[in-house]
């Protein structure tokens, strides 16, 4: 094998590895203490979450209620569910104009028309909902 060529084969070396390595030993409160601290940080090294704690970085702190996440998941997908029978209106119309004799298709577009109203009386709720969520409880999740 000639000199001049080298074998590209590997992990690419670091430009600057970390080879210092140090221990520390914990007892049973502080390690109980050092895990629950761990997993709210959210991070998913634990050599990155003690290195950030000693170089003073910002230690990141999540707390996440999943009833509220659940809850504003729903509200968002009832949210996008009408918002897509919007988009559909207008087919309906087309498709009863269409198909239907004047007479009928405009009974039809009455009940539509009822429908339609009371969706709309409920989007309102879904948007009134979540605007309240997310005044309430964005400003908890922002000092957290």
């Not at 634990?46 to 729903?74: E, L, N, W």
């Amino acid at each position: 094998m000639d000199e001049t060529r080298k074998r590209k084969v590997g992990r690419l070396p670091k430009k600057d590895p970390a080879v210092f390595r140090y221990t520390i030993s914990l007892n049973t409160v502080q390690h109980d203490k050092f895990l629950s601290l761990f997993e709210q940080s959210r991070q998913t090294v634990k050599a990155h979450f003690i290195t950030s704690c000693i170089f003073s970085q910002p230690v990141k702190v999540v707390q996440i209620d999943k009833g509220m996440q659940d809850y504003y998941m729903r509200l968002t997908t009832f949210y996008g569910q009408f918002r897509a029978i919007g988009t559909n209106y207008n087919q309906i119309v087309k498709t009863l104009k269409s198909n239907f004799s004047e007479k009928k298709a405009l009974a039809l577009l009455y009940k539509l028309e009822k429908v339609t109203i009371e969706l709309v009386e409920l989007q309102r709720k879904i948007s009134a909902q979540i605007e309240d969520f997310e005044h309430k409880y964005s400003s908890s999740w922002l000092q957290k």
